[in-house]
């Protein structure tokens, strides 16, 4: 009878081996990638938001600091006239 004991604590052993090496530990390393990748995209996509609003600080800059001086002709407006 002890042998049949041996025997079933062998196979007990054997299915939690399994258990944990084909499951858990690749649930796991799974898991471990996927926070990486998403800790990844998420610094690429503030890198592109601070671009981005780089880029408009710097188009706004530009914009108010240019000046444009535009030349009016007085010939191009007709004086205003009161119709009664």
Do not use: C, W
Request: charged fraction near 20%; aromatic fraction near 10%.
């Amino acid at each position: 009878m002890n042998i049949f004991k041996i025997i079933g604590e062998l196979v007990v052993i054997y299915v939690l081996y399994k258990i944990i090496f084909e499951f858990i530990v690749p649930l796991y390393n799974a898991s471990k990638q996927m926070k990486s990748k998403m800790s990844a995209m998420q610094q690429q996509m503030q890198q592109q938001q601070r671009a981005q609003a780089a880029a408009q600080q710097q188009a706004y800059n530009h914009s108010t600091t240019q000046k444009t001086t535009v030349k009016i002709d007085k010939d191009d407006y007709i004086d205003y006239e009161e119709i009664k």
